[in-house]
């Protein structure tokens, strides 16, 4: 068993690799909108973290010095995930990605301190208040539908 776990731990990065080889698409940039890539993009870049336990606000600061030098806050802050092992492993794919940028991995206790912040904060944001951020989530999308629309026509301008 302990054998097959190296093997398997290559093969989730291999896959997170080649996952992000076209997850991140430069060429889709939108001028005057910082890395606008997702509907998410357009949203708040920050949460109020003031009524979270001090753990969870001491973990929001390692989230946004760990996450905000390679994409904005709002990606993840606005986005629909609420699973702990979805958020991991797109952390793997990222902790790749500054690898091989030479940026070095997330120590494991920066990991966990993003994921412990990241799950707690879908508890009280994105399922306790569900209606809230489900009507946020649509105006974001609304928002967004004309500059994928741009996009798209950029990347086929013949409209086929």
Not at 31 to 55: C, K, N
Not at 72 to 79: H, I
Not at 87 to 101: I, T, V
Not at 128 to 145: A, G, I, P, W
């Amino acid at each position: 068993m302990k054998r097959a776990r190296p093997r398997v731990q290559l093969i989730l990065a291999a896959a997170a690799a080649a996952l992000g080889a076209c997850y991140t698409w430069p060429h889709l940039r939108t001028p005057g909108l910082p890395d606008t890539q997702y509907y998410a993009d357009l949203g708040p870049d920050s949460i109020d973290v003031s009524s979270y336990p001090p753990e969870q606000r001491a973990n929001y600061e390692v989230f946004a010095r760990a996450c905000s030098p390679c994409h904005t806050l709002a990606r993840a802050v606005n986005s629909p995930t609420q699973s702990r092992l979805y958020w991991k492993f797109h952390l793997a794919r990222m902790s790749l990605h500054s690898r091989l940028e030479h940026e070095g991995p997330l120590p494991k206790a920066e990991v966990d301190a993003v994921l412990d912040f990241l799950d707690y904060d879908a508890q009280v944001r994105k399922v306790r208040d569900r209606e809230r951020f489900l009507q946020q989530e649509d105006e974001l999308k609304r928002r967004f539908e004309p500059i994928l629309q741009r996009q798209l026509k950029e990347l086929d301008p013949s409209g086929g």
